[in-house]
């Protein structure tokens, strides 16, 4: 069965730095895509960014970067330059097939 | 355009009464289907998925249900709520020939009390 994991179930960061959050995945599946959502306080979720499991490069938005290890099997994501509007929780989540599951979550608060 | 529409937003019913959360879909066809559930301050969970009409997979044994009467539509139902049904409910729908995008409905809150 597919697993996805979050570890770090709150995270501080101060305004302007980078935070690095955690996350690893089990699956047998060959194929398989990665993403990473912000969910504020509104619970609508907004999605980030997406690693496909065959893709060579780390997927970068903006601000986000998607640090993907494969052997590992770790997605970490990276947030540089915080800023206060980047509190919310954040979900990984892995698709593979039809299967599609998401982590715990981390709650990240950034301080002024 | 593919947008995805979940009702009712919020909803209060007390304990033992019926539940159903209606979840569609428009602009596409054959979608693959989800609702999930989120406990206050907690991950989604997954409960039920559907790669067509009449196809339902259930992740979590529980005190929920699903169907999906027609290709675009998909319902979560509980004949009789607990406490612990509370939550906060998200379908959400993934193009079947498309891996890397999901799209989301708005979300439903609903309290048991």
């Known amino acids: 069965a597919q697993k996805i994991t979050q570890t770090q179930p709150g995270m501080f960061v101060q305004e302007k730095e980078a935070v690095t959050l955690d996350c690893t995945y089990d699956?047998?599946?060959?194929?398989?895509?990665l993403f990473w959502y912000k969910q504020p306080s509104s619970g609508e979720m907004i999605f980030l960014i997406y690693q496909g499991s065959y893709d060579q490069q780390n997927a970068t938005e903006g601000r986000y970067s998607l640090n993907f290890q494969k052997a590992r099997k770790s997605a970490n994501l990276v947030i540089s330059a915080s800023q206060l509007g980047d509190s919310a929780m954040y979900f990984c989540?892995?698709?593979?097939?039809?299967?599609?599951?998401f982590g715990a979550g981390t709650r990240l608060t950034v301080k002024p | 355009s593919q947008t995805i529409h979940q009702w009712p937003a919020t909803l209060v019913q007390p304990v033992g009464s019926p539940l159903s959360l209606e979840c569609t879909v428009e602009?596409?066809?054959?979608?693959?289907l989800y609702w999930y559930r989120q406990a206050a301050g907690r991950g989604l969970q997954l409960l039920f998925y559907s790669v067509g009409i009449g196809q339902i997979s259930s992740e979590v044994p529980q005190n929920l249900s699903a169907s999906r009467p027609q290709d675009r539509q998909f319902i979560l139902s509980s004949k009789k709520l607990l406490l612990s049904d509370s939550g906060f409910y998200l379908c959400a729908w993934i193009p079947r020939y498309s891996g890397n995008t999901i799209y989301f409905g708005e979300g439903s809150w609903l309290t048991v009390v």
């Open positions: 989540a892995m698709r593979a097939t039809y299967d599609m599951r």
């Open positions: 699956t047998s599946d060959p194929s398989y895509g």
């Open positions: 602009g596409t066809s054959n979608p693959n």
